[in-house]
């Protein structure tokens, strides 16, 4: 199957490399629905009994994929069908990872046990029901519902879901009320916490779940699309007097809600899922699989967050490593500078000496009386010589202690920061 369903011809080879049936439920939809996509695409699919020749081994011609030319609308409507299409794969593999993998992996070894057990015990729990209006308990969503039925032409979500995490218009409201009311109750149920927080920045509550030792944020919201409408004349007439340059549209573009409800579920930082209503496929039919991704969601948080620890500490210890290096290479120029200095020495020593020893041969009855002036010189020369010697305090030591207490120090607690509560 092709990484991504981008076009025609992708689709057309996915739908030839496996039976239909097959495919449905890797999209998540029925047979027919992929059938009727493929034939207002115009792409061919595989005769009936294709798969079973295919399988004798029989050569079956390939129907060709025809070359058509679609309108500009038809283009647009075609590539929202495969990006749609291509959601649906990916919500189905999301979905095939919740429940058949049992054996996901936890990174922290403190939280395994408790984690494999609540996955577990989720996975063999009976799925939840929605609850009806009259079993509402929680005063927030009841206030929510209250005004929802008292102000049929407004947005609730604009005085009550302030404190729930809904931004949803008038048609979606009880659907999310009684929704979010289930979520509630099924937290309370499996002994879940879950708390509000309000930021002074938004309207709106951000509600979590906190599992092992995770935030995961949940909401409920209800998409907006553009719908275009024709300008009329005086809309045209005024667009004209505000922009006296540039060409006047020709629509105009208002908000309009969808209809249809969207959960989302993350943990603040990079891990996400999400379900929303799909045609006749509502979320409420989703509500195990939706519980079982907030674990999900949880478990892949704490690995990411114990990821996180590990790459710090590597990065740590490679700034740790380079630090040392780069010591050992202002050690390495200390020792070689010791050594060309006492190179040098020793070489203008071995000159000196040479030349006391030329004199003292030459004035050798003279060298003789201790009071001489050249006696006195030989003395005063040897000195030098002495002062000279590279070897006059021991032999070169290889070990070089450079600033030897704050070294001390600095290596302490350099090592002392890198390892902390780690």
Request: proline residues 4%; aromatic residues 10%; neutral net charge.
């Amino acid at each position: 199957m092709a990484e991504k369903i981008k076009s025609r011809e992708d689709l057309y080879g996915v739908v030839w490399s496996k039976p239909m049936i097959k495919l449905a439920e890797e999209f998540g939809i029925s047979g027919r629905g992929l059938a009727k996509l493929c034939e207002r695409l115009k792409v061919p699919v595989p005769p009936r009994g294709y798969w079973r020749k295919f399988s004798l081994g029989q050569s079956i011609r390939k129907i060709p994929l025809p070359e058509v030319e679609f309108t500009r609308y038809e283009q647009w409507k075609n590539q929202t069908s495969l990006d749609d299409l291509e959601r649906r794969r990916e919500a189905a593999i999301e979905h095939s990872e919740i429940f058949n993998n049992p054996d996901i992996e936890i990174k922290d070894k403190d939280i395994q046990e408790i984690v494999s057990n609540t996955l577990r015990a989720e996975q063999d729990r009976t799925p939840m029901v929605i609850v009806s209006e009259q079993d509402v308990t929680t005063p927030m969503v009841k206030k929510f519902l209250i005004s929802q039925r008292r102000n049929k032409n407004t947005l609730p979500s604009k005085k009550y879901s302030g404190k729930l995490a809904i931004d949803v218009t008038e048609s979606c409201a009880l659907r999310a009320g009684l929704l979010m009311e289930s979520f509630l109750q099924g937290f309370k149920e499996r002994r879940w916490d879950f708390s509000i927080e309000k930021e002074d920045t938004s309207i709106h509550a951000r509600m979590f779940v906190n599992l092992f030792g995770q935030k995961i944020y949940f909401t409920i919201i209800e998409p907006v699309t553009n719908k275009r409408f024709p300008l009329t004349e005086k809309e045209r007439k005024a667009y004209e007097e505000d922009h006296h340059y540039g060409r006047v549209p020709k629509y105009r573009y208002i908000p309009t809600a969808t209809g249809r409800l969207l959960l989302s579920i993350n943990d603040g930082k990079r891990v996400y899922q999400s379900w929303e209503d799909r045609g006749k496929q509502l979320i409420e039919n989703s509500i195990k699989e939706i519980m079982l991704g907030f674990i999900n969601i949880a478990i892949q948080s704490s690995n990411e967050t114990i990821l996180a620890l590990e790459r710090e500490q590597r990065l740590r210890l490679e700034q740790a490593r380079k630090i040392e290096e780069e010591r050992l290479k202002r050690l390495d120029a200390k020792r070689y500078e010791e050594l060309i200095a006492d190179s040098e020495a020793y070489s203008r020593m071995r000159k000196i000496q040479d030349y006391v020893e030329y004199v003292k041969n030459q004035a050798q009855d003279q060298a003789a009386e201790p009071d001489s002036e050249i006696s006195k010189w030989l003395e005063w020369a040897q000195s030098k010589i002495n002062n000279l010697n590279p070897l006059k305090n021991g032999f070169p030591k290889y070990s070089i202690d450079e600033h030897p207490e704050n070294e001390n120090k600095l290596s302490s607690s350099f090592f002392n920061d890198i390892f902390r509560d780690h």
